[in-house]
């Protein structure tokens, strides 16, 4: 959902960006629940990033992106980034590398 998020998108527009690509790709069964919510005061509050919201992205706010794919017996992968929302985008707070390191 990153790339979609920006001051003035629907949460629940941005919940579908992320539910596409996981769709597309053949696991959206496997993506059972939102994709993030707000940070602030609290670790889990408004906006909450899900497909009933009607909540606004608004800049200044920052919210988690955090689409998981859950196989029952298999695995599951969940991977977040936290975003602070502005007028033309997002900004990326989370620096962790992203690249699939085998051990």
Do not use: Q, W
């Not at 992320?18 to 602030?40: K, L, N, P, Q």
């Amino acid at each position: 959902a990153l790339r979609v998020l920006k001051s003035g998108v629907k949460c629940s527009d941005a919940d579908k960006a992320a539910r596409d690509v996981i769709t597309e790709a053949g696991y959206g069964e496997y993506f059972r629940h939102s994709t993030g919510h707000g940070v602030g005061i609290e670790i889990h509050e408004k906006p909450f990033v899900s497909p009933k919201s009607a909540a606004v992205l608004r800049s200044g706010n920052v919210v988690t992106d955090e689409p998981g794919i859950y196989i029952p017996g298999k695995f599951g992968v969940r991977i977040e980034d936290m975003a602070l929302i502005t007028e033309n985008g997002c900004e990326n707070l989370t620096k962790a590398p992203k690249e699939l390191i085998i051990l």
